[in-house]
């Protein structure tokens, strides 16, 4: 499973809203929703992701083995 814990605390790091990452990287309250409860989403939203608070991948997911 992939869980985006890392990416709360980067934007808590670098102070950015929720409502920032909508307007920065034009993703919408669905997908927000969506990392919040670990979902699936697409690579281009991770592309979009590491680009708003300027962070590579590994730093907003992480792979936790599903048991």
Do not use: H
Not at 1 to 8: A, K, N, P
Not at 22 to 39: F, H, P, Q
Not at 54 to 62: G, K
């Amino acid at each position: 499973m992939i869980v985006f814990e890392r990416l709360w605390n980067v934007m808590r790091e670098k102070g950015v809203s929720t409502y920032q990452l909508r307007e920065r990287c034009g993703i919408d309250s669905k997908t927000i929703r969506r990392l919040k409860a670990n979902d699936n989403i697409e690579t281009k939203t991770l592309n979009k992701l590491c680009a708003a608070p300027e962070c590579r991948l590994e730093d907003i997911a992480e792979y936790k083995p599903d048991f």
